[in-house]
């Protein structure tokens, strides 16, 4: 580890780890995957989730009776898969293993088998459970679907930096093309054990740790990780995961060209009566420019652009779990987008934090201090 960059030394994050502390990084993981490929749903109503899909930037790559796959511009697999389903729920995600042999030797080392894909997908894939119970697919030789047209982000003249002359500034008006899926956020009654699952199994390494305020010395809560591509940079998250008093499906975010693609997708979206949860902002882990929306079925997806990589020399930034750490600018963090908008969800969250404290996890009744806390500060 002596190679690694101190995370003093810029701006990435204004504390590192104490001695002790979760090192962020599994010594000897199984494999370590590229990237994450795409989300998999259940919904009952294909044509809404077509029809919101379709407002948010995604262009359809298949449709039948009980599936509906969702695509962005960049080549490559579609990245949100929907099945018709009896009623609405987050089924688990895929991620692109380098090759076969790293799906296969994954498939070894959890005594599973790996198994081809529909051909709609092509390829194969080892299909697992983590700790939350969330599906986690590994997959390799997926169809290559080629390069759509996408957005070109515009010319801009920055102060006196003057690079448009004799033209004007005309930002699209029509949905935010999605590019590609960047990240997808969990929520974990395990946290720690799921981390570390994901850290052996497929890799990835911690970008930045938080911990709830006053409570750092019973270690993170929430954390963001990369994938380990080397000295190839890759998005500050991948997959972002959270302590909380149940396993549930946060958001997932896709990314689009620019700001004025973000925000003219953004007034496309009102326009055509969707919901914002919260947004425009910039967020300050990953320091995304983003907008967070409401699906149909109620589950949260992000238009983001202008995101951090990292290459892997960072080691782990640490920093507090608070409300107030969730943006560098925009409005406040809204009830929807915190989960404590009065209404079915809150309730829920509400009746499991009871549970949760009763259940063999780690949710405790520091974690629940922790929580009130972080929500007021
Ligand atoms: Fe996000």
Redesign the pocket.
């Known amino acids: 580890m002596g190679s690694l960059r101190d995370p003093h030394t810029d701006l990435h994050s204004e504390q590192g780890a104490l001695r002790g502390e979760h090192p962020g990084r599994a010594q000897n993981p199984v494999v370590k995957v590229h990237d994450v490929a795409w989300v998999e749903f259940e919904k009952p109503d294909l044509e809404r989730a077509e029809l919101f899909a379709r407002a948010f930037g995604f262009t359809v790559s298949l449709r039948t009776a009980d599936e509906l796959q969702l695509r962005g511009t960049d080549p490559g697999s579609p990245c949100v898969v929907i099945r018709r389903g009896p009623r609405s729920r987050f089924v688990g995600s895929a991620f692109r293993a380098t090759d076969d042999r790293d799906v296969l030797r994954l498939a070894e080392a959890t005594g599973r088998k790996a198994a081809k894909l529909p051909e709609s997908l092509g390829g194969i894939s080892v299909d697992l459970t983590d700790p939350s119970g969330f599906g986690v697919r590994v997959v390799s030789g997926t169809h290559e679907l080629p390069p759509l047209p996408g957005q070109e982000p515009l010319e801009f003249n920055f102060g006196h930096d003057v690079t448009r002359v004799n033209a004007g500034q005309r930002a699209p008006r029509d949905p935010a093309k999605a590019q590609r899926i ?2 997808v ?1 969990l929520q974990s009654t395990k946290f720690r054990e799921a981390l570390d699952w994901y850290l052996e199994h497929l890799g990835m390494i911690v970008s930045d740790f938080q911990y709830f305020p006053e409570q750092r010395e019973r270690g993170p809560v929430m954390a963001f990780l990369r994938c380990d591509r080397g000295s190839t940079p890759a998005d500050h ?1 991948t997959v ?1 995961m959270n302590l909380g008093p149940t396993n549930k499906y946060v ?1 997932s ?1 896709y990314q689009v060209a620019d700001l004025d693609t973000l925000a003219a997708g953004g007034q496309y979206l009102l326009q055509h009566g969707y919901q914002r949860s919260w947004g425009i902002g910039r ?1 300050i882990d ?1 320091s ?1 420019i ?1 907008d ?1 929306w409401r699906d149909p079925d109620g589950f949260l997806v ?1 238009h ?1 652009t202008d995101g951090d990589l990292f290459d892997c020399t960072l080691e782990p930034g640490w920093g507090v779990f608070a409300v107030s750490t969730l943006s560098q600018w925009g409005p406040p963090p809204s009830k929807d987008f915190l989960g404590v908008k009065p209404g079915r969800e809150s309730l829920s969250e509400l009746r499991a934090m009871a549970g949760a404290l009763r259940e063999d996890n780690e949710f405790d009744r520091h974690s629940l201090r922790g929580l009130l806390k972080a929500a007021a500060s």
């Open positions: 960047g990240h956020v998250h972002a958001h975010a967020h990953g995304q983003f967070y992000e983001f």
